[in-house]
Nanobody
Framework: QVQLVESGGGLVQPGGSLRLSCAAS????????MGWYRQAPGKQRELVAT???????NYADSVKGRFTISRDNAKNTVALQMNSLKPEDTAVYYC????????????WGKGTLVTVSS
């Protein structure tokens, strides 16, 4: 079983940057995809970005060109560099991991709050 712990959330002004990190423990060797989802107040949870073990990435259109996802397979960590942050990026950000068998066996972290406000 995999456990995920996020860190790096906080309050940032519009236009600012923030870096989120997520560390996997437990059966981390089973992980294929890692990534980030977010849920804003009153909205559904949505994909932010994912990265496979081989480094293939996928981004939501709303964050393309502003956010960068990266991964360290040796350390079982994934990071999300967020630049040019907007108030609409305010949300709880969740780290996820999927085994090779797919998202039906997805593990979720507890989430970290990002608030973009002046």
């Amino acid at each position: 079983q995999v456990q995920l712990v996020e860190s790096g959330g906080g309050l940032v002004q519009p236009g600012g940057s923030l870096r989120l990190s997520c560390a996997a423990s437990g059966s981390a060797f089973t992980i294929n995809v890692m990534g980030w989802y977010r849920q804003a107040p009153g909205k559904q949870r949505e994909l932010v970005a994912t990265i496979t073990r081989r480094g293939s990435t996928n981004y939501a259109d709303s964050v393309k060109g502003r956010f960068t996802i990266s991964r360290d397979n040796a350390k079982n960590t994934v990071a999300l560099q967020m630049n040019s942050l907007k108030p609409e990026d305010t949300a709880v950000y969740y780290c996820i991991s999927d085994p090779p068998s797919g998202s039906v066996y997805r593990t979720w972290g507890k989430g970290t709050l990002v608030t973009v406000s002046s």
